[in-house]
Antibody, heavy 120, light 108 residues
Framework: QVQLQESGPGLVKPSETLSLTCTVSGGSISGDYWSWIRQSPGKGLEWIGHIYNNGGTTYNPSLKSRLTISRDTSKNQISLRLRSVTAADTAVYYC??????????????WGQGTLVTVSS | EIEMTQSPAALSVSPGEGATLSCRASQSVASNLAWYQQKPGQAPRLLIWGASTRATGIPARFSGSGSGTEFTLTISSLQSEDFAVYYCQQYNSWPPKTFGQGTKVEIK
């Protein structure tokens, strides 16, 4: 059973960088796809992007200019960095596994989520 | 970006009754659609993928249908644990993968 746990600061100041880590157990991040998804009252569920088995990444075009998703295979962790945040980036951030199905990926396991508030 | 529209926004149902939730895509997503259930304070849980395949451990009272742009999630005989918010999500054309805004199933 794959388990994911997000961690990081719950409060970030406007214009600063939001940094989160997801620790994965029960599965290796060297396989499958691993994604970040956020949920806010205003925008609902929003797919942020994913990192896949060779370390490549795909990002939501609306966030691409501010976003970096990376991984540390030695720690079985994936990370999210979102630069120049504003109040609109306030959300619950989830990490999730995307299981390959043919040439596509299905989001099947989710972490419990972590609330990040952008405020001075 | 493919827009997913769910209807209704909220649905009041008595326990034991059935519920039908709809999801429409702004362009065809073939059968590459998933349904998720979310309860307060919890992460979404995968119910259905491939428009109609139940995920592991999901009861048979949940069924999905549709293809192209029109999809339906049917819950037969609602149990107390089924009252939640349900989201559809397309994974056919990305980035980005997109979600509907959700349908809240409430106790009548």
């Amino acid at each position: 059973q794959v388990q994911l746990q997000e961690s990081g600061p719950g409060l970030v100041k406007p214009s600063e960088t939001l940094s989160l880590t997801c620790t994965v157990s029960g599965g290796s991040i060297s396989g499958d796809y691993w994604s970040w998804i956020r949920q806010s009252p205003g925008k609902g569920l929003e797919w942020i992007g994913h990192i896949y088995n060779n370390g490549g990444t795909t990002y939501n075009p609306s966030l691409k200019s501010r976003l970096t998703i990376s991984r540390d295979t030695s720690k079985n962790q994936i990370s999210l960095r979102l630069r120049s945040v504003t109040a609109a980036d306030t959300a619950v951030y989830y990490c999730a596994r995307e299981r390959p199905e043919r040439w596509l990926q299905i989001i099947d396991y989710w972490g419990q989520g972590t609330l990040v508030t952008v405020s001075s | 970006e493919i827009e997913m529209t769910q209807s209704p926004a909220a649905l009041s149902v008595s326990p034991g009754e059935g519920a039908t939730l709809s999801c429409r895509a702004s362009q065809s997503v073939a059968s590459n659609l998933a349904w998720y259930q979310q309860k307060p304070g919890q992460a979404p849980r995968l119910l259905i993928w491939g428009a109609s395949t139940r995920a592991t451990g999901i009861p048979a009272r949940f069924s999905g249908s549709g293809s192209g742009t029109e999809f339906t999630l049917t819950i037969s005989s609602l149990q107390s644990e089924d009252f939640a918010v349900y989201y559809c999500q397309q994974y056919n054309s990305w980035p980005p993968k997109t979600f509907g805004q959700g349908t809240k199933v409430e106790i009548k």
